[in-house]
């Protein structure tokens, strides 16, 4: 009822009497940045970017060793970790915790990154909780060499290919949780991790 | 503006002069204001086609706003066919009611508001309040002004007007306790305090920067994490949206979230934005499993197919605010209590009738730099220029003035009257005139000259030099 006394609001105000589809949107093409092309290019200016926001990156060559770096960088630090199902290896095991609001560190595997902003791509839904990237005070995700694009267009054009495979909730990550809400100072962790690993996987 | 717009404008007037009279307000609203626009410039020098993102930000609104019923369906079809409930609101009573309602049925005692301009519009933290339920701001600068009860000083750093020691003060009376540090003990501590209030809250309200309407996601952009904790811990969680804020799909999203940030606060993308398509669903591990979208109108729809539509195109980046020297001499706080800057002036006037807000569209130098920087090429100056006329042809302008510009007007169309008026006016002045200055002086001149420089006027008038034969330079000799 509500919904469609307001609609008919708006109709009127437009002047449409008829109902009918909208046209196609605007598109935009932004002129190509320059490392686009290239996918060396864009792993560079991703791994910069992770310098820029005070992202620690480490590459690994393939995924196994990267099990031994979070062993590196968590087992001497007697840290609690959260993850999902599938990163749950051998390694991990032990340092694992099922209550993530007591946990140290979220392991998180990346859909996507993007060179453009530094961002991480998470999609979330099923085995991968929402939660793992947000609630423990540090954060580490992996990302495979060959999921980074150029810009956030290249990752909503691959979203908007499937729609009905949509996730219930994609969030792109982009450095540590920050704030300059108290005299304009910049503060790390304020809600969200304060600490972030990339482990970038070299051949996958 | 005296006479202009109501008590709003006493208002106005006071805590301008409130805040013109506040050295370290002043001080604090300049340092800002630098910051800010020294990020966003180097930001935006990093695209060399920055102007033609806007240009896409600016058509994509516009086509939205000009097709919006077809969006709006769209959109809340494909919210309920996710799983959500869309409730439309007319105006803010009918936003809070439901709002309330839903609270009530899940016997809410903790509500977690993540940062909406939207929420404020609509004054609904007493409406849930009224319920029974604890509401509490996450976004470290609401939860500030929560506790200070004070209304945002800018549509994106609420609390920015605010020294540490008063933060500490309102920290240290919240904690009972002594918070010794700056502001990283400081937001330490409130990560902490807020933290708890997550974990056990019954419901999450947050804004909605963006409705997609091929999908019927919400769209959710924040710094520090709350919004993505309101509106993922909480089994239910309340978007609230203005009318306005679509798009038509994801694609559209991407000039939005390219240019909003770097406009917004200098970076290129914001630490998180969340792209939310429908509550829990059954294989979910979490996430809230009820998912409300309040579709808010409180007067938006008024302004569809009219002469200010563009207005509508905004995506509250606030660039108009870090940029706007009026608001750098007055803060936020002048403008009422929700929008402030330039899309205030605008915007307010617009939502809640010019009878009472005519005095806003004057909050402004006409400068233009507000057209310059709008993300979504609206022409807020000319909006203003034209707020102005509107209320000239309304009557919503000072008697006294009205008078004065009719005699300007009748006197300059009469050159006798004209210069035997300004040798009167010259005689007079000259009792307030101190070292070629007017200070001073009866009602309306003593009004204006209390915060302006009037020079005296010259010994001989244009017309008398031109007619002796411009013997001597102007402004000398006289």
């Known amino acids: ?204 | 503006m005296a006479g202009i717009g109501g008590p709003d404008a006493a208002a106005f007037a006071q805590k301008s002069a409130d805040a013109l009279g506040d050295d370290v307000l002043q001080r604090t609203i300049r340092t800002r204001q630098d910051g800010r626009q020294e990020r966003q410039r180097q930001a935006v020098a990093e695209l060399p086609d920055w102007e033609a993102w806007k240009d896409a930000v600016s058509a994509i609104r516009a086509h939205t706003i000009e097709h919006l019923d077809l969006y709006l369906e769209q959109f809340a079809d494909n919210v309920e066919r996710r799983g959500g409930h869309v409730f439309f609101a007319r105006d803010g009573t009918e936003a809070r009611d439901y709002i309330a309602q839903v609270a009530s049925k899940l016997d809410a005692r903790l509500i977690v508001k993540a940062k909406s301009m939207l929420s404020e519009e609509i004054g609904l933290n007493d409406a849930l309040s009224a319920t029974g339920a604890e509401v509490v701001e996450t976004d470290l600068g609401e939860f500030i002004i929560q506790l200070a009860h004070e209304t945002p000083f800018h549509i994106l750093g609420p609390a920015s007007h605010k020294t540490l020691d008063e933060i500490r003060e309102l920290f240290e009376a919240l904690s009972g306790r002594q918070l010794e540090g700056g502001p990283v003990e400081l937001a330490a501590f409130a990560r902490e305090y807020l933290r708890e209030k997550f974990l056990i809250a019954d419901m999450g309200v947050s804004g909605c920067n963006f409705g997609v309407a091929s999908e019927g996601s919400v769209v959710v952009v924040s710094n520090e994490g709350n919004a993505r904790l309101t509106t993922s811990l909480p089994g239910t969680h309340v978007a609230l949206m203005g009318l306005d804020r679509l798009v038509p799909d994801l694609e559209s999203l991407g000039p939005m979230l390219t240019v909003l940030p770097r406009s917004a606060n200098g970076v290129r993308s914001t630490a998180y934005v969340s792209i939310i398509t429908g509550p829990r669903r059954p294989q979910d591990q979490d996430g809230p499993q009820d998912l409300h979208v309040v579709i808010i109108d409180n007067g938006r729809s008024r302004i569809l197919g009219g002469p200010y539509r563009e207005i509508l195109k905004c995506i509250r980046c606030g660039a108009c605010l870090d940029n706007c020297p009026v608001y750098r001499n007055i803060g936020g706080h002048a403008y009422g209590p929700v929008y402030s800057g330039p899309i205030g002036a605008v915007l307010t006037p617009l939502l809640k009738g010019l009878a009472d807000h005519a005095h806003l569209p004057f909050a402004s130098s006409l400068c233009y730099v507000c057209n310059d920087v709008c993300s979504a090429r609206i022409p807020l100056a000319d909006y203003l220029a034209d707020l102005r006329a509107d209320v000239v042809a309304g009557g919503l302008d000072n008697r006294i003035w009205r008078a004065g510009f009719r005699g300007f007007a009748e006197a300059t169309r009469r050159p006798l009257v004209w210069e035997s008026g300004l040798r009167m006016a010259g005689l007079g002045l000259r009792f307030w005139e101190r070292d070629g200055v007017v200070r001073g002086g009866p009602s309306l001149l003593g009004r204006w000259t209390e915060s302006r420089d009037l020079p005296g006027l010259a010994k001989h008038s244009f017309h008398e030099r031109w007619r002796k034969g411009m013997t001597s330079v102007p402004g000398e000799g006289d």
Do not use: K, Y
């Not at chain 1, 006394?5 to 093409?29: E, H, I, M, Y």
């Not at chain 1, 990154?113 to 099923?126: D, K």
């Open chain 1, 1 to 204: 009822m509500e919904r469609e006394r307001l609609l008919q609001s708006v109709r009127a105000r437009l002047g449409r009497t008829q109902d009918g589809g909208a046209p196609a949107p605007p598109r935009f093409r932004p002129m190509a940045p320059p490392f686009a092309d290239s996918e060396d290019d864009c792993v560079r200016l991703f791994l910069e970017r992770q310098a820029e926001l005070g992202v620690a990156v480490s590459a690994v060559a393939v995924r196994d060793e990267a099990q031994t770096a979070v062993q590196q960088l968590l087992g001497d630090r007697r840290q609690r970790i959260t993850c999902s199902p599938e990163l749950c290896w051998p390694a991990i095991v032990p340092m694992w915790t099922e209550s993530v609001p007591d946990s140290d560190f979220g392991l998180c595997e990346a859909d996507w990154a993007i060179a453009e902003t530094g961002s991480i791509v998470l999609s979330m839904g099923g085995l991968r909780r929402r939660d793992v990237s947000l609630l423990p005070p540090a954060v580490g995700f992996f990302v495979a060499r060959s999921r980074i694009v150029a810009r956030l267009g290249d990752v909503l054009r691959s979203l908007a290919a499937s729609p009905d495979s949509l996730p219930t909730c994609v969030t792109l990550v982009t450095g540590p949780s920050a704030s300059a809400d108290i005299v304009g100072v910049r503060t790390l962790g304020v809600h969200g991790p304060g600490e972030v690993h990339v482990w970038l996987v070299e051949n996958e």
